[in-house]
């Protein structure tokens, strides 16, 4: 079974400053298939990154995601105030089929 | 406009029993795998099932199989999720999900109804 695991659990930042977001496999893990959301309080996610680096439809470009292996990264390269949230990383594996998520990060205003 | 809505949600007692509905509407339901998430009050996501295109494959994750059963109406457009022998851990907001072909990522989702256990 493949674990996701987010570092650091609280990000605690302020609005205009960079954010980098951690999120290690614990076995190698192709590119395809790993995504990231963005999930505001009392609100459903919303998916902002696929296949690693590839940014869902209407999501800004201040958003950006990279990675491979076991490592994958979210970066939000300025923080707007609508982007103060938590943050998953989630795995499609295929044996047995299904979806993994990790745990979190809460990004918060400093 | 692309939509999924839930319902269905609510207090059930321990061992009881629960379906919850996911209606689609703006796209060609019969072309995406569908999925549920949950999310226990104050907790992570946790993804539950999955259901292919064409309602033939079916996937769940550990801590449910066996007791609840995912399935689509095509004619109704509706998602479903029948839950049975339902436990205090079930206690979550559920969330349906359309799965984006090709990338395997969840890339529209209900606004979750609410499962309340009660033991």
């Known amino acids: 079974e493949i674990v996701l695991t987010q570092s650091p659990g609280t990000l605690s930042l302020s609005p205009g400053e960079r954010a980098t977001l951690s999120c290690r496999a614990s076995q190698s893990v192709s590119s395809n298939y790993f995504a990231w959301y963005q999930q505001k309080y009392d609100q459903a996610p919303r998916l902002l990154i696929y296949?690693?680096?590839s940014r869902a439809t209407g999501i800004p470009d201040r958003f950006s995601g990279s990675g491979s292996g076991t490592d994958f990264t979210l970066t939000i390269s300025r923080l707007e105030p609508e982007d103060f949230a938590v943050y998953y990383c989630?795995?499609?594996?295929?044996?047995?089929?299904?979806?993994?998520f990790g745990q979190g990060t809460k990004v918060e205003i400093k | 406009e692309v939509q999924l809505l839930e319902s269905g949600g609510g207090l059930v007692q321990s061992g009881g029993s629960l379906r919850l509905s996911c209606a689609a509407s703006g796209f060609i339901f019969s072309n995406y795998g569908m999925t549920w998430v949950r999310q226990a009050p104050g907790k992570g996501l946790e993804w539950v099932s999955a259901i292919s295109d064409s309602g033939w494959a079916t996937d769940y994750a550990d801590s449910v199989k066996g007791r609840v059963t995912i399935s689509r109406d095509k004619s109704k457009n509706t998602l479903y999720l029948q839950m049975n022998s339902l436990r205090a851990e079930d206690t979550a907001v559920y969330f349906c999900?359309?799965?984006?072909?090709?990338?395997?990522?969840?890339?529209?989702w209900g606004q979750g109804t609410k499962v309340t256990v009660s033991s």
């Open positions: 296949d690693a680096s």
């Open positions: 999900a359309r799965v984006a072909n090709t990338v395997s990522a969840f890339d529209i």
């Open positions: 989630q795995r499609y594996v295929t044996s047995p089929p299904g979806w993994t």
